[in-house]
């Protein structure tokens, strides 16, 4: 069961990456085609294109909740409850994340984006939950 709750982690993780290339890519060109200058944006977002922000905030956003993720993952881990409820939970709440992100940097729809959000914090409670009643339980 270790291994299966570790899955969902690991597709996180990559989101994490692969909007983090994607935003320096995006910055690297801009600036490389001169669209961006460097005192443009010296001082933070403002200054890059809307398109470039929106990447830029998906990415910002895997930083936020999904360390209350990692944390109770790594305590499921450490003391052994990994129960096939709380895998399911990890696959819903990634996909939500994944969902969140894909709404992120496409058509940055506030009411669809707020609702994956909510959903995965939501979903990310009861992982929370079941992680202790598990524990306390035992």
Do not use: C
């Not at 996180?12 to 690297?28: D, E, I, N, P, S």
């Not at 085609?33 to 990415?59: E, M, T």
């Amino acid at each position: 069961m270790n291994s299966a709750l570790l899955i969902p982690v690991f597709v996180q993780v990559a989101l994490t990456f692969v909007l983090v290339f994607t935003m320096g890519a995006m910055r690297y060109g801009a600036i490389a085609s001169g669209k961006v200058k460097p005192g443009d944006i010296a001082l933070g977002q403002p200054g890059w294109p809307v398109r470039i922000q929106q990447v830029s905030n998906a990415y910002e956003n895997q930083l936020a909740s999904p360390v209350l993720f990692y944390a109770a993952t790594a305590f499921a881990l450490i003391t052994g409850a990994t129960s096939v409820l709380l895998v399911v939970l990890a696959w819903a709440y990634v996909g939500l994340r994944l969902l969140h992100a894909l709404i992120h940097v496409t058509s940055n729809n506030l009411r669809s984006r707020f609702m994956a959000f909510a959903s995965g914090l939501l979903v990310l409670l009861g992982y929370w939950v079941v992680f202790a009643v598990e524990l306390m339980t035992r």
